[in-house]
C-alpha cells in the first residue's frame, strides 16, 4: 500500500468555521446531559450512551483509515490508565452538569490547562513562564467573578443547592483530565489518535457497564421516564460522536496548531444553549467573569504554542 500525499489545510476562515461547530456541538451534548438527568435518566445510563455511539463510531473509523488497533510496547498499561481516568473524567464532569448551570461546570473544568502545566512543572518539566503564571492568575480571577463570590459571602446563592458538590465534581474533572493529558503527552505519543481514542473510549465503555451492574452509583442505570429524556440521551450521543469522531476526520486539514483555541467556544456556546434550553441565567458579574475565564485559557493556549523562552 502506498503513502498518500497529506491533504492540503482548509482555509482558515473554514477551519475555523469547522472548529466552532464541534465545540458548539460539545456544549449541545452538555446540555442535552442536563436534560437526560432532569427527566430521569442515570448517571451511567448517560455516559454508556456516549461511550457506545463513540465507540460504534471510532470502529468505524479504524476499519475505513485500515489501521490496525495495535499498541506498541510498553504503552498498554498506560492506555488502561488513560481509559479509566477519562471514565471518572466522565462521571465527574457529568455529575457536575446534573447540579449546577452547565455553563459554570465547564468553565471549572476547562481550567486544567492550569493544573496540566503545574503537573508538568511537578514530574520535572520546565516551570510556568512568567507570562503563563500571569495568565493562570487571570483565570483564576475570573472564576472568582463567575462564582459571584461576593453574593455567596453574603450567604446569597445563585448557583442551585448543590453548588459545593457541583463544584467539587468540576473540578475533579479538570484534575484527572489534566493527568490524562500528561500521560497522553509523555507515555502514548508514539500511539496514533485514532487507535488512542479507540482504546480509551473502550475502556469508558467497559468501565461503565462493569459499574453498572456492580450498582456503583445508586440510581446510575435508571432510565429515562418520559420521551424528552430518551430523546435527550439519543441527541447527547449524536452531538458528541459526531464532534468526536469528525474531530479524527477534519484534523489533519484543520491546521490545529494554529487554530486549536478556537475550540474554547464551547463553554460560550453552553452559555447560550444553556439559557435557550434550560433557563440557565448568569448575572452580569458572572458573565464578565466567565469572558475573563474564556479569554485567559484562549491566551494560555496560544502561550503554550510559542517557541520556548518567549
Known sequence: MTASV???PLPRHIAITILLLLGTC?????????????????????ILFRSGASLLALTALLIWL???PRMPAGTRKWQLALGLLI??????LYSAVARIPVALALLVA??????LALLTWALGGKPPTRRTAAIMALILFGLLFVLDLPTLVRGGNTLGPHWVSGLLFSFCAACVFAVGMWITEHKLSAVTGPVRSFYTILVVFAGMVTAG???????GMAVPGNSLGWLSLVLLSILYTIAFSSLFVFAPRLDMARNAPVMNIEPVASLCLGWLVLG??????????GAIVVTGIVLLAYSRQQP???
Open 26 to 46: 460539545f456544549a449541545g451534548n452538555h446540555i442535552s446531559a442536563r436534560l437526560a438527568f432532569d427527566n430521569g435518566a442515570g448517571l451511567l445510563v448517560a
Open 66 to 68: 485500515r489501521q490496525v
Open 213 to 219: 451492574f456492580a450498582d456503583v452509583i445508586p440510581g
Open 6 to 8: 497529506a491533504a492540503p
Open 87 to 92: 471514565a471518572l473524567q466522565s462521571l465527574f
Open 280 to 289: 440557565q441565567i448568569f448575572n452580569t458579574t458572572q458573565l464578565i467573569g
Open 308 to 310: 520556548a523562552g518567549r
Open 110 to 115: 476547562n481550567t486544567f490547562p492550569i493544573l
